[in-house]
């Protein structure tokens, strides 16, 4: 069982090779940028500057937030990519063997259907992100070595200023744990995927995004209703992930500085509120929902 | 006698289509079996319904199993070639045997290697690489590196040359089949397989229209050469089918008197090609 899934999932990984290709592609791109100092911001360069000469009143917590932003720039760009990766990947993952008549021979092989199709889910749901945090850390050790050189170019000690393990280790488990439950919070939208990718006998990316647009629009028309827009609104764009974090809260206006509690990224994630938000749980269900009939399809569609 | 597959009243219907119509046969253990039957005449539905690959009406076993609900537990001791063209095109040779060999308990690698090294297949390849000939001399090396009980090809040689096809057999029957294993295939190429088979079945319009083994073929069919008066004669006795070849009648019957036949002409057994044609016709007619 564990070595059929690992067979499985390594299958995937030989077929689809974007999974560690793209995130590798844009390591290599933004340590390139950042070696060519493309990458790293004015405002840190600035700020650094005047923490090699001692001329300014950045403090430890400044140096933290620089640095922390500094180096979480990428994060969004890899998490964008991945996104559009897992979109992707779920698509092809049951449509591609039934294109070019595969399948068949898939299923000469003792291994049940939900087997299959379960391993296509771990895919999405962690090897994708793992690829996708493995980039991320490599071209921030990258980026910190580059930033290193410049620094001590500059005079600057690297050692104190950038390599804060304190700070790297508060960004690698932020990054964990956004890795991990972005995935599980846009499951539905994964399963929903996969079982297209199962279903549509041509183009599924239009068969996929189609209905998205088109239902929440009908519903609005014809039940003057507009849960189904508001539940995927919802899912897109709040995940209950983050804690309550105000503008007050990161600022302090008084000192006109960083408040210093929220230097740290882990700081701001509430693991409590997401795992109890019902909205995770109900999402979930619907992904299984949807991975279901995905097994369903493929083990009951005749292709003939 | 142990019966591998049995099947009683199996039918298949696709809407109001009857694909397979109350079909019931047995394929018994170290048989090569060839089923033939013309375009859309249901074998590649029987097929699928052997395999597991689609319910139906009826009692289908296939080694003790119920193909549809038990597929898993069958697909270790069958194996199937459905079509040159199925193995996946992205996938290298190493990567294939890898995959096979974590996830099938009765294939051995290291055979197939040893199969492998005999042909021009490179392991590194990818299979969209491989001509027609070497995919289907991959896929049947990885066949004849698994321990299967049943092995069902379905048109295995479609669209090979004459070359590779007399190839892929002689290495099915040498390396392959040893009297313990048993051999569903079908193709269109009657005549180059028909030697190696020890039984056959017709198949038209979802129905068996000739389930008999090779031995007792002769016994039952005849096929009479002749002309002139002796024609007529012959006719009377109500062949199968009858054509014209070079000028002379030919007439091919079923359970006929053979010593009455022998005055009328040149007698012989018939081809399984041209038995296939007299029994379809016959069935069209």
């Known amino acids: 069982m564990i070595r059929t899934q690992i067979a499985l999932i390594k299958r995937e990984i030989w077929e689809h090779r974007s999974i560690w290709v793209t995130p590798a592609a844009i390591a290599v791109v933004t340590i390139l940028m950042a070696a060519t100092g493309l990458a790293i911001g004015e405002g840190f360069r600035y700020a650094a500057d005047m923490a090699i000469v001692g001329a300014s009143n950045v403090g430890e917590i400044e140096r933290r937030a620089l640095l922390t932003g500094a180096l979480s720039g990428v994060t969004f760009l890899f998490v964008f990519a991945m996104w559009v990766l897992t979109v992707f990947y779920c698509l092809d993952s049951l449509y591609a063997e039934r294109k070019d008549k595969s399948i068949l021979f898939w299923r000469s092989l003792p291994i049940t259907d939900t087997e299959t199709v379960f391993s296509k889910l771990v895919v999405a749901l962690l090897a994708i992100p793992a690829a996708t945090l493995v980039g991320i850390v490599v071209t921030q050790l990258a980026n910190l070595v580059v930033m290193s050189i410049w620094v001590s170019g500059k005079g600057g000690s690297p050692g104190h200023l950038l390599w804060d393990f304190g700070a790297l280790f508060d960004i690698w488990g932020a990054t964990l744990i956004f890795l991990v439950t972005v995935p599980l919070w846009l499951s539905p939208f994964v399963g929903w995927f996969l079982f297209v990718s199962a279903f549509a006998k041509r183009s599924p990316l239009l068969v996929a995004f189609l209905p998205i647009v088109v239902v929440p629009m009908l519903e609005r028309m014809i039940l003057g209703t507009s849960y189904l827009a508001k539940a995927i609104f919802v899912r897109s764009a709040k995940m209950p992930l983050f804690g309550d974090i105000s503008p007050e809260k990161l600022f302090d206006e008084e000192r006109m500085a960083l408040a210093a509690e929220n230097v740290s990224l882990l700081s701001m994630i509430d693991i409590g509120r997401f795992l109890l938000s019902p909205s995770l749980w109900t999402g979930l269900v619907v992904c299984g929902l949807f991975t279901t009939a995905a097994i369903y399809v493929r083990r009951y569609r005749d292709e003939s | ?285």
């Open chain 2, 1 to 285: 006698m142990t019966s591998l597959v049995s099947a009683r009243g199996v039918t298949k219907r696709y809407g109001s289509v009857l694909a397979v119509d109350n079909v019931s046969f047995d394929i018994e253990k170290g048989r090569i079996l060839g089923l033939f039957g013309p375009n859309g005449a249901g074998k590649t539905t029987l097929l699928k319904a052997v395999l597991g690959l689609t319910d139906c009406e009826g009692e289908l076993s296939v080694l003790g199993y119920d193909p549809f609900r038990q597929r898993k537990a069958l697909m270790r001791d069958i194996c199937f070639i459905a079509d040159v063209a199925v193995l996946p095109r992205w996938i290298r040779v190493s990567q294939l045997l890898d995959f096979v060999a974590a996830t099938h308990p009765n294939f051995s690698i290291s055979r197939a290697g040893d199969l492998l090294a005999e042909t021009k297949v490179r392991k590194d390849a990818r299979v969209r690489e491989l001509s027609k000939g070497m995919v289907a001399q991959l896929h049947l090396s990885i066949v004849m590196a698994t321990d299967a009980r049943l092995l069902i090809l379905d048109e295995p040689t479609l669209g090979l040359d004459i070359i590779f096809r007399k190839e892929f057999y002689a290495n099915l029957l040498s390396d392959y089949f040893d009297g313990e294993r048993t051999i569903l295939v079908t193709t269109h190429q009657v005549e180059e397989i028909e030697n190696i088979l020890t039984d056959i079945m017709f198949i038209h319009d979802g129905r068996i229209l000739l389930d008999s083994s090779m031995d007792a073929l002769a016994g039952h069919y005849a096929e009479l050469v002749t002309s002139g008066a002796n024609a007529e004669t012959a006719r009377a006795m109500r062949p199968l089918h009858e054509r014209e070849v070079f000028g002379k009648r030919v007439m091919t019957f079923e359970d006929v008197d053979r010593e009455r036949l022998a005055g009328l002409g040149e007698l012989r057994v018939p081809s399984v090609a041209d038995l296939f044609v007299a029994k379809v016709k016959g069935a069209t007619a």
